[in-house]
């Protein structure tokens, strides 16, 4: 079949069939198609240029994972872990300062909440961490350090041992959702004052008065072993105890976030009964091995 048409002034006329040119035209759109669709797979398999800021977010995504996954955040290596090591990356714990006015407007200088009202609680509102590391009472009373509480987590799951792999270990280090025991850290300073142990008629504050407010007016010779651990002063603590009954109290009740007391170890003193008293049969006689005074790296 010989295909038929006539020049004009703006080009070539088609006088074949219709179906031919719809055919042709067809064909021409494949062709087109294809060669798009050839050009675009080979535009994907090629190297891809980057912008400088998704390079950025990708090395930081890769650093975030390292950090999270460094050898520091588990045991062994937590345990002998420095502060200096832990604020290279968590320096904002010490950096961030409380706001000056809450979101209604109240300014915080105006502002103690039921705990604050000891007198040993002094100077400016202050964060969680500063509170216990760098403020004068922290400085002066305790010997605090970042993993004194924070014993390592594994950061792939938010509960202790639900994975099959997770280590089997009598103290995961942290609880549900915490990164930090309680039990084992927070309710040492934080528990209820167990006034009916001491054989006290009601809380200290109570009847506090009628010993004069003075704590060591009976423990100077009752458990005279205390305090001996890696992460107070002693010294410091005895003191500063002598002077104001408020930093005694301070630890041992007067900033009780639970209901319960800490089961403090009763470690054997210069004239201690021999008969031991029913609510403390259970009680070690010294402190947990790592918190032993001069064991600490």
């Not at 074949?16 to 060669?35: C, E, F, I, K, Y």
Request: charged share 25%; net charge neutral; glycine share 8%.
């Amino acid at each position: 079949m010989r295909l038929s048409g006539h020049a004009t002034e703006c080009g070539w006329t088609w006088n074949g069939p219709d179906w031919m040119r719809q055919a042709l035209a067809a064909a021409a759109l494949t062709l087109a198609v294809s060669a798009g669709l050839l050009l675009w797979i080979a535009a994907g398999l090629a190297p891809r240029q980057t912008s400088p800021p998704e390079e950025a977010s990708r090395a930081a995504e890769a650093d975030y994972l390292r950090a999270a996954h460094d050898p520091l955040h588990f045991r062994p290596a937590i345990e002998t872990a420095r502060d200096a090591q832990c604020l290279a990356c968590h320096r904002e714990v010490l950096e961030d300062r409380v706001r000056a006015a809450t979101p209604s407007g109240l300014k915080t200088e105006t502002l103690r909440a039921w705990y604050q009202q000891a007198s040993t609680y002094e100077g400016d509102q202050e964060t969680f961490h500063r509170r216990h590391l760098v403020t004068p009472l922290a400085k002066r009373l305790m010997r605090l350090r970042c993993n004194t509480c924070h014993q390592g987590h594994d950061p792939r799951e938010e509960a202790p041992g639900s994975s099959a792999d997770s280590p089997s270990l009598p103290d995961n280090g942290f609880v549900l959702r915490k990164q930090v025991d309680p039990e084992a850290s927070c309710l040492k300073c934080h528990g209820r004052f167990s006034w009916q142990l001491m054989g006290l008629p009601g809380p200290w504050p109570q009847h506090g008065p009628a010993l004069g407010n003075d704590c060591l007016s009976c423990h100077v010779s009752i458990r005279t072993r205390r305090h001996e651990v890696n992460y107070l002063d002693a010294a410091a603590i005895e003191s500063a105890g002598r002077q104001d009954a408020e930093v005694c109290y301070g630890c041992h009740g007067g900033r009780a976030w639970y209901r319960i007391s800490y089961p403090y170890a009763r470690t054997p003193w210069p004239g201690m009964p021999e008969e031991t008293p029913e609510w403390a049969r259970l009680r070690p006689t010294r402190s947990e091995a790592r918190f032993l005074a001069g064991d600490r790296p």
